[in-house]
């Protein structure tokens, strides 16, 4: 009797199987088809390092421009002479002092001498996709070197 149980058991287990697997058409791959999302809408996102020295500070949107003397390919045209939101961007600043006396050290205490390093992240379509690059800034680093 404890056979038989046993085998109907087995059998019903085994008869289930199959109805759960074509329950999952495609394995885990068709996640993106089957809600509607494409290859062309997930943009890439790629890093950079871009280094020189700040042109001009805003600061009331908070925008740098930096003349740009060292990047990688990817932050080259991106950078160099265009303003770049400091947003949510990490500020630090090595040996620079509060020349305006407001009690802060910002970016509004650099000057032209001072080394600027920022990092980030471009967010740009993929190759064939429309739409266009955007820059984020992740970390500024601003250096006075005496």
Avoid: E
């Avoid at 932050?75 to 500020?91: D, I, K, N, Y």
């Avoid at 980030?120 to 996709?129: A, D, E, F, H």
């Amino acid at each position: 009797m404890r056979t038989a149980t046993i085998t109907i058991i087995s059998a019903a287990a085994l008869a289930a199987v199959p109805a759960l697997a074509a329950a999952d058409p495609g394995h885990g791959h068709s996640g993106a088809h089957a809600h509607g999302l494409g290859r062309c809408d997930h943009p890439q996102r790629v890093a950079f390092v871009a280094r020189g020295s700040l042109v001009s500070f805003d600061a009331g949107t908070g925008n740098v421009v930096l003349n740009v003397v060292r990047a990688n390919h990817h932050a080259r045209a991106f950078t160099s002479g265009q303003p770049l939101s400091t947003t949510g961007a990490r500020l630090r600043f090595r040996g620079v002092t509060d020349g305006n006396a407001d009690g802060t050290v910002g970016l509004d205490d650099v000057v032209s001498t001072d080394r600027v390093m920022v990092i980030g992240k471009l967010v740009r379509p993929k190759r064939g996709c429309a739409g266009t690059t955007s820059v984020v800034l992740r970390k500024v680093t601003v250096a006075r070197h005496s």
